[in-house]
């Protein structure tokens, strides 16, 4: 099959694997998801179908090209080779586990053009425990969305030792094609920066709670109603530049270190106050109602994207 620089492969067709293709495809990528479940498959066309129908309805749907067309440039196939072959990009979605990934990434070091690119949407796991000996190592590395991708446009890009910065280039100007806000690692950790930044919230959160000092309703709101409204426009290192007369250095006085180290050594999330936790959101969000809870959060994620999309142009146009 002859190398196609418009078509995307993506390995997977849960959550991840079709944002991913609802992604590619507003782009105008000819996109192929394959899964070995043709169950699956199903699910994932009605779900992509129901969910790019809505978008449009709510005029919040990414890219300059309609509906249907972005629909018609998605295909299903429980065929392996029919979605990687001759792909410009193949972008794998499956399970956290590290025996899978090593298979996939190796059935598809075998299958792969010598042009082609694979990156991986592991949340965690760094590349080289499962690309270590591959022929195509050097092509491969860590494309980690935020989750919701197709409303949070963040993409980290986490490179191996040994892929080609030339590989890490090519992949960021295609995210910044597909409209997605990538960011590059110089190097492997583990866990990556997203996560990492968002666990120290998390224990902190989770301190904060065990230690009485608030409530779990509570603690949510600092970040819903007080952060994270500032977050939805720049990072903590511009927050605090902002928000000193002298700037970013004026703002790192010895409290800082003293209030961080004041909350002590990070705690396991477990024991009775998970059980705790669990059931107050339990009571408020019953796992019953997670699915719509979720559409509700994507909502207003999409409006917000929207929002600073055309609050870009407007700076751009000043």
């Given at each position: 099959m002859a190398f196609s620089p418009r078509k995307i492969g993506i390995i997977g067709s849960g959550l991840i694997g079709r944002s991913w293709a609802m992604i590619f495809?507003?782009?105008?990528y000819k996109v192929v998801v394959y899964d070995n479940s043709a169950a699956q498959l199903s699910n994932a066309k009605e779900e992509i179908d129901k969910q790019l129908h809505g978008l449009s309805e709510q005029n919040l749907l990414r890219g300059d090209i309609p509906v249907q067309k972005q629909i018609e440039n998605i295909e299903f196939t429980t065929n392996f080779d029919a979605?990687?072959?001759?792909?410009?990009?193949?972008?794998?979605?499956?399970?956290?586990?590290?025996?899978?990934k090593r298979k996939i990434f190796n059935d598809l070091d075998n299958v792969m053009s010598d042009e082609s690119?694979?990156?991986?949407?592991?949340?965690?796991?760094?590349?080289?425990?499962?690309?270590?000996?591959?022929?195509h190592k050097s092509r491969m590395l860590v494309v980690h969305p935020t989750n919701p991708p197709y409303y949070v446009p963040l993409t980290e890009l986490v490179p191996a030792p040994w892929t080609d910065s030339d590989v890490v280039d090519e992949v960021y100007r295609l995210m910044q094609e597909i409209r997605q806000v990538p960011v590059k690692l110089t190097k492997e950790?583990?866990?990556?920066?997203?996560?990492?930044?968002?666990?120290?919230?998390?224990?902190?959160?989770?301190?904060?709670?065990?230690?009485?000092?608030i409530s779990i309703e509570d603690v949510d709101k600092v970040m819903s109603d007080g952060l994270g409204t500032r977050y939805a426009f720049m990072g903590p290192l511009e927050t605090r530049h902002l928000n000193f007369k002298g700037g970013f250095k004026d703002g790192c006085k010895p409290h800082v270190w003293e209030?961080?180290?004041?909350?002590?050594?990070?705690?396991?999330?477990?024991?009775?106050?998970?059980?705790?936790?669990?059931?107050?959101?339990n009571k408020r969000i019953p796992l019953e109602t997670l699915a719509e809870r979720r559409a509700w959060r994507d909502t207003r994620i999409a409006?917000?994207?929207?929002?600073?999309?055309?609050?870009?142009n407007c700076d751009n146009n000043a």
């Open positions: 495809a507003s782009a105008d979605c990687t072959k001759g792909a410009k990009y193949i972008q794998e979605c499956i399970p956290e586990l590290i025996d899978l690119i694979v990156g991986s949407s592991t949340s965690a796991i760094p590349s080289s425990r499962f690309t270590n000996g591959l022929k950790v583990y866990g990556f920066v997203l996560p990492r930044v968002h666990h120290a919230v998390l224990m902190e959160s989770w301190k904060m709670v065990q230690d009485g000092i209030v961080s180290n004041d909350s002590g050594p990070n705690a396991r999330l477990e024991g009775p106050l998970l059980e705790i936790i669990q059931e107050d959101f409006a917000l994207s929207k929002f600073k999309r055309d609050m870009s």
